[in-house]
């Protein structure tokens, strides 16, 4: 099975809509228009404008003749020849599939009406850390994402956000994002141990004693990102910060599941704390 991709730090409509963004202080509402790949199911709904600047993505996209715009609606997997030429590159390496890693991180950030939205100068993707967290079906206990809760009507398959140490560290080996902590990228549980390569599309794993979960869908790297001090700083000019930003996209979405995992809760839920085990099932 075949998949398309794309990178986002190619795309000339994300420089367009950044270079607006990037014209005063404040980072704006540069959230507004951008959409998920969920949100559509078929060709014509992309070109009815129910995704104006996704439409435009793929229509710059179909337009090079890197392929059909619908196989991008069917599939986000890379192929296995795409992960295992970059396994033979020593770029990325997927485990024992019976391997087993650790909760090193859980977060969540409850809403406030003052910083919850995109648009807020408060805004920031990162949430507060804590020894444990409860999870259910529904999500994270005291958890909020905007775009979740508003968009896809607190859709149960992205009840939990899952990041691995060996992402974070990849990003602090470029000097310009050495800044970057734990929970800048908005996860709920941080894994350690284990490659992002090592979770799957419909596979389960088990999280601490009673957790069960399954991977839904790779986390697309979304523009609020570039909020993030490391990125939109003042001492930067609007055209660089603007570079920075689209680099950085660019950076996490070149392979699936560097930007993180979405996954549903299976069993009825339960807590899960630091140093609880990560198995799959």
């Known amino acids: 099975m075949t998949a398309t991709r794309f990178h986002v730090s190619n795309l000339v409509f994300l420089q367009a809509v950044l270079a ?6 404040e980072f704006p509402k540069i959230h507004k228009g951008m959409c998920d790949i969920k949100d559509f199911s078929s060709h014509e709904q992309i070109h009815n404008g129910k995704c104006p600047i996704r439409k435009k993505t793929l229509e710059l996209y179909d337009s090079q003749g890197k392929g059909d715009i619908n196989d991008m609606n069917k599939n986000e997997l890379n192929t296995n020849a795409d992960l295992q030429h970059r396994n033979m590159q020593g770029e990325y390496f997927v485990e024992d599939e019976s391997a087993a890693g650790k909760i090193v991180r859980c977060a969540a950030r409850s809403f406030d009406k003052e910083s919850s939205q995109p648009s807020s100068r408060q805004y920031t993707t990162r949430k507060k850390d804590f020894p444990l967290i409860h999870i259910t079906p529904a999500g994270v206990t005291g958890d909020y994402n905007h775009y979740r809760s508003t968009a896809l009507n607190s859709t149960p398959d ?18 310009e994002y050495a800044e970057i902590e734990s929970g800048d990228l908005g996860e709920n549980i941080l894994v350690e141990g284990l490659p992002f390569t090592f979770f799957k599309i419909g596979e389960r794993y088990k999280f601490g004693d009673k957790l069960l979960v399954e991977i839904t869908e790779r986390i697309e790297p979304c523009a609020n990102l570039c909020k993030l001090r490391f990125i939109n700083k003042d001492s930067l000019a609007p055209r660089d910060r603007m570079k920075k930003c689209i680099d950085f996209l660019g950076s996490l979405d070149d392979v699936d599941g560097k930007r993180g995992w979405y996954a549903k809760v299976l069993s009825d839920g339960g807590v899960v704390k630091i140093g609880d085990e990560v198995t799959p099932v």
């Open 158 to 175: 992205r009840a939990v956000s899952i990041v691995t140490t060996d992402v974070m560290e990849k990003i602090r080996e470029n000097k």
């Open 20 to 25: 607006a963004a990037f014209t005063a202080p």
